[in-house]
């Protein structure tokens, strides 16, 4: 017999096209997610890099500019890298101390930023919560932007009472937004971007670092508005911190609040802390809100994590299995019905299911039978059976026992069934001449 040759298969060539015209564009996109969120993590810095708002720091990231202009307005910069020796100079009279990266500062130290003498300023540069709450400040941070955003001291429609950012106007102040309580006495700028909270020492805090760095002072109304906060009649005390502090080892050198010569920073309403009596809140103690492990990673990790885990969602239900009626398909290849059937038989064979390959061959046999002898498919056993053997001439027992009868208990009885059960059926099937089935 000659071999036919299979037909071109089309389909299953086109096959990996269309998932190509899928995972490609997919791909892009990620590597486009990815590629963005380096790139804007490599471009923002960071408070732990050496030489960040340094007033000897020249680089895009340094302060040595802001330092020139206030020297250059008369005011005196002296520069600390050492928390405990910045507040000695500070407690000298009052001043302006200048904290570019408050996280860097120890917790048990936090507290101590706060009891300068009274008319002084302390300016902090995107503190975090747990600085926030180690200073006791009476607000909150309540969202940060992707990047710093231009606005002006009045955007929210709040008048904003600092004379500083009314000379300033629009400047880059607005990442990290701080909140207060309705009932408190702070002042709000640029969308909460910089906040104001009166008292004996004057807290000043500003969500960006923008208006301070060599690279964005000379931006919009960023020189103005930084010279202006840290500027005046009062010395600026610059905390310079080359990396976090160590621990503290030695007996703490921090007042205790109400001190005569060394008064607190007021609670906003003219009171120092710890006027009733109580001791303030340790500043080491992290609130029971704060979560350690969002801290221990930067803002854009997190946000990385989100784009590849809505990623991995979107390529399983990409991959889903879809709920719905059967869907015929082409099949990828084309297989002949002998392989088939050599395949099927000796699966039967090592499984040893003589019983089941018996039914198949009689169930094959009675439907080639049946309607050559005009009988529904429903017909009793004794009725084909005997239509057949009149048919044939063969006894009505021995063709009940070939279509209905036991399984085989060998091989060699199987392969006599099929013999026979072939005879039986070509006979029926192809009749010679003069014979009518029916």
Do not use: K
């Amino acid at each position: 017999m000659t071999a036919v040759p299979a037909p071109p298969r089309p389909a299953a060539a086109a096959h990996p096209r269309r998932r190509h015209r899928l995972l490609i564009p997919l791909a892009v996109a990620v590597l486009l997610i990815v590629v963005t969120l380096v790139l804007h993590a490599v471009d923002q810095p960071d408070p732990d890099d050496p030489g960040f708002l340094s007033p000897v720091a020249t680089g895009a990231d340094g302060g040595s500019r802001l330092a020139a202009a206030l020297r250059g307005q008369g005011v005196p910069v002296r520069r600390e890298t050492d928390t405990e020796r910045a507040l000695a100079a500070a407690r000298t009279g009052p001043s302006t101390l200048f904290v570019p990266a408050p996280d860097l500062v120890q917790p048990a130290v936090l507290r101590d930023l706060g009891y300068l003498p009274p008319g002084s300023r302390l300016v902090l540069v995107d503190p975090s919560r747990r600085a926030v709450d180690g200073l006791d400040l009476p607000l909150l941070p309540a969202g940060r932007r992707w990047a710093t955003r231009v606005s002006t001291p009045d955007a929210d429609g709040r008048p904003c009472p600092l004379p500083e950012a009314g000379r300033a106007g629009a400047a880059a102040a607005e990442r990290q937004r701080y909140a207060v309580p309705a009932d408190s006495a702070a002042d709000r700028c640029y969308r909460g971007g910089l906040v104001r909270v009166p008292g004996r020492t004057e807290v000043v805090v500003i969500g960006a670092s923008d208006p301070f760095r060599n690279d964005r002072i000379d931006e919009w109304g960023n020189r103005d508005l930084a010279t202006g906060l840290l500027g005046g009649a009062r010395p600026v005390v610059w905390l310079d911190l080359p990396g976090p502090e160590p621990a503290p080892t030695g007996p703490s050198a921090s007042p205790t609040p109400g001190d005569g010569d060394r008064s607190g920073r007021g609670t906003g309403d003219g009171r120092d802390p710890g006027s009733d009596g109580r001791e303030p809140d340790r500043a080491g103690e992290r609130p029971p809100w704060d979560n350690p492990l969002w801290d221990a990673f930067p803002a854009w990790f997190w946000a990385l994590l989100a784009q590849l885990a809505l990623a991995g969602l979107l390529v399983l239900l990409w991959r889903a299995r879809r709920l719905g009626p059967p869907v015929p398909e082409p099949l990828p290849v084309t297989v002949r019905s002998a392989e088939t059937v050599l395949g099927r038989a000796r699966l039967y064979r090592r499984a040893g299911a003589r019983d089941s390959a018996a039914e198949t061959l009689r169930a094959a046999a009675r439907d080639r039978l049946l309607p050559r002898l005009n009988l529904p498919a429903d017909a009793a056993p004794a009725e084909v059976a005997a239509r057949v053997a009149a048919y044939t001439g063969d006894d009505p027992d021995r063709v009940a026992e070939l279509l209905h009868g036991a399984a085989p208990e060998n091989d060699q009885e199987l392969l006599a069934l099929a013999r026979d059960l072939d005879a039986l059926t070509r006979t029926v099937a192809h009749p010679t001449e003069g014979d009518d089935p029916r």
